[in-house]
């Protein structure tokens, strides 16, 4: 198979790809909607089709958090970064104590709720942050170099 080297032909070819992804992930969520209503929310949770879903959709997140890092005005990534993790850590303390209050497995669900959310948080505002770095760093390189 020859390589594209018109680029009409290759938006056009990204554009077929984008409208299979969408018509194939209506057809996951079609098979895992029925798998609901049939099997129940377990029954649901444990098709494989559920973890390929899920594997897909932080795929495709991460994906466009690089292409919105590129959109977006030029911004301090520190600053950012600091009040990104004040966010974070406010919510998963919160969480935490509410799980703590609301719970009924007591202080050791605050805390591993609070730690989950707060693991599970860091790690996209951290990429974002090197992303917005190395969005910089390219940019003064490039003014260096005209």
């Known amino acids: 198979m020859e390589r594209i080297k018109d680029e009409r032909l290759q938006l056009r070819n990204l554009k077929n790809i984008r409208i299979v992804y969408i018509i194939q992930t209506f057809g996951i969520l079609a098979i895992l909607a029925y798998d609901l209503v049939t099997k ?6 444990g098709n494989p089709l559920w973890a390929v879903f899920m594997i897909s959709a932080v795929v495709n997140a991460y994906l466009m958090m690089n292409i919105s890092v590129d959109h ?11 009040i990104s993790l004040a966010v974070v850590s406010i919510l998963a303390i919160l969480s935490g104590v ?7 497995n007591g ?6 709720i609070g730690g989950i959310i707060l693991v599970c948080s860091l790690v996209p505002v951290i990429y974002i942050y090197l992303l917005r770095k190395r969005k910089i760093e390219d940019e003064d390189e490039e003014e260096l170099s005209s």
Request: hydrophobic residues 35%; proline residues 3%; glycine residues 16%.
């Open 40 to 45: 129940g929310m377990d029954g649901m949770t």
């Open 72 to 82: 977006e005005k030029q911004k301090s990534p520190e600053k950012s970064l600091y």
């Open 107 to 112: 202080i050791g669900s605050g805390f591993l």
């Open 98 to 104: 509410l799980m703590t209050l609301i719970g009924t």
